[in-house]
C-alpha cells in the first residue's frame, strides 16, 4: 500500500525493527538497493531489510566514492528508499562528514529521513572503497570518539563501526580497533576487505557475542560466500552492497548501444519490466484508489503481440 495512506505507516520505529530482526536466530540478509525501485523489488523478492551504499548513491549521482556527497544529499536517497518500502534501511554513513559534531548530525539527520542503522568507517578523507589500495585510518581513539558521539546523538538508531585497518595496518590492528570502538558503544562491528574464510572466523573468535557485520561486495578483496557460510563464521549480518546498481548499469548500458545500433528499442523489449509490471511494482491502483478524481488507468494493449497477429 502506498506510504500515503497512514493506516499502512510502520508504527515502530526503524532502528527498534532492525534490531528484532537481528534478534532472530537466522543471519540477516540485506541487499544494497540504490533507488526506491531496487528497493521495492528487493522487498517483493522477500528482503526484510535494505542497504544503501555510499557508493551506489554516489554512482548514481555519476561520482566516485571519495567522500564527496553531503549529508543533505544522502538524505535524499534515504528517504526515497525508506517511503518506497517502509522496510528498515542500514545506511552507509562513510566517516561521519567530519568531526565529532559532524557525525552526530549524520545521525540525527539519518533518523529523520527514515533510517534505522549506521555505519561508520575509520578512514580519513578523501576516504575510498574499502576494498581498494592505499586507505588513510584516523587515529582509533578519534574514531571512538566519533562512535560514542553517533550513540549519544542517537534515539533509536542503530549504531555499527567499521574498521578498515585490516588492509592498512595488519588483522591484529583490526581486532584491536573494533574492541576500542565496542567499548565506545558501537551496536555492532564491521570489518572491511578480510580476505580469507580464516581472517573472518578469527575476528569472530577474538569479538565472541559481538553482532558483526560481513560485506559481500563483488570484485573486491574478499572471497565469495553465501549467507548461510557467513553465518557459520560467526556474523549476524550480510550486505550486497552494489549488485543492485551494478546489474542496472550493465542492462542499461545494454539498451543504449541497442537503440544506437538499431535506431529504436522494438529489438530490446524482452529486456524491459513492462508496462504493467511497472505499474504492479509500483502501486499505481491503490494511489488512484486514494483519490476517486482519478480514473483507474487501464494498461494500453500489447503492440507486439498485435504486429504478430
Not at 20 to 43: S, T, V, Y
Not at 102 to 125: I, P, S
Not at 224 to 237: D, K, L
Not at 260 to 271: F, S, V
Request: net charge negative; aromatic share 8%; hydrophobic share 45%.
Amino acid at each position: 500500500m502506498p506510504y500515503l495512506d497512514q493506516a499502512d505507516l510502520p508504527t515502530v520505529h526503524a532502528g527498534e525493527r532492525f534490531r528484532a530482526l537481528l534478534e532472530r536466530p537466522q543471519i540477516l540478509e540485506i541487499p544494497g538497493a540504490h533507488n526506491g525501485m531496487a528497493g521495492l523489488l528487493a522487498k517483493k523478492a522477500g528482503f526484510e531489510a535494505l542497504y544503501l551504499s555510499g557508493a551506489a548513491m554516489t554512482a548514481s549521482m555519476g561520482l566516485p566514492d571519495l567522500g564527496i556527497i553531503t549529508v543533505d544529499e544522502a538524505c535524499f536517497f534515504v528517504r526515497t528508499v525508506a517511503r518506497a518500502t517502509g522496510l528498515p534501511i542500514l545506511v552507509d554513513g562513510d566517516t561521519g562528514y567530519g568531526g565529532v559534531l559532524n557525525a552526530m548530525h549524520m545521525v540525527r539527520a539519518f533518523e529523520d529521513a527514515g533510517a534505522a542503522a549506521v555505519h561508520l568507517e575509520d578512514q580519513d578523507l578523501p576516504k575510498k572503497c574499502g576494498h581498494l589500495n592505499d586507505k588513510k585510518l584516523v587515529a582509533p581513539e578519534e574514531m571512538a570518539a566519533k562512535v560514542a558521539a553517533a550513540k549519544r546523538a542517537a534515539r533509536h538508531l542503530f549504531v555499527i563501526a567499521r574498521t578498515d585497518a585490516a588492509g592498512v595496518e595488519g588483522f591484529e590492528a583490526a581486532v584491536s580497533r573494533a574492541k576500542l570502538y565496542r567499548e565506545a558503544g558501537a551496536d555492532a562491528i564491521f570489518p572491511e576487505a578480510l580476505t580469507t574464510k580464516e581472517m573472518f572466523e578469527r575476528f569472530a573468535r577474538e569479538l565472541p557475542g559481538v553482532p558483526l557485520l560481513a560485506n559481500m561486495t563483488e570484485f573486491g578483496r574478499t572471497p565469495y560466500f553465501t549467507a548461510a557460510e557467513f553465518a557459520a563464521m560467526g556474523y549476524r549480518m550480510v550486505i550486497w552492497p552494489v549488485s543492485s546498481l551494478r546489474v542496472a548499469a550493465k542492462a542499461q548500458a545494454a539498451l543504449y548501444a541497442a537503440i544506437r545500433r538499431d535506431g529504436g528499442t522494438m529489438n530490446h523489449l524482452e529486456h524491459m519490466q513492462t508496462r504493467a509490471e511497472l505499474y504492479e511494482t509500483i502501486g499505481l491502483a491503490n494511489y488512484e484508489a486514494l483519490d476517486s478524481s482519478i480514473v483507474a488507468t487501464v494498461v494500453p494493449p500489447d503492440v507486439r503481440h498485435k504486429a504478430a497477429e
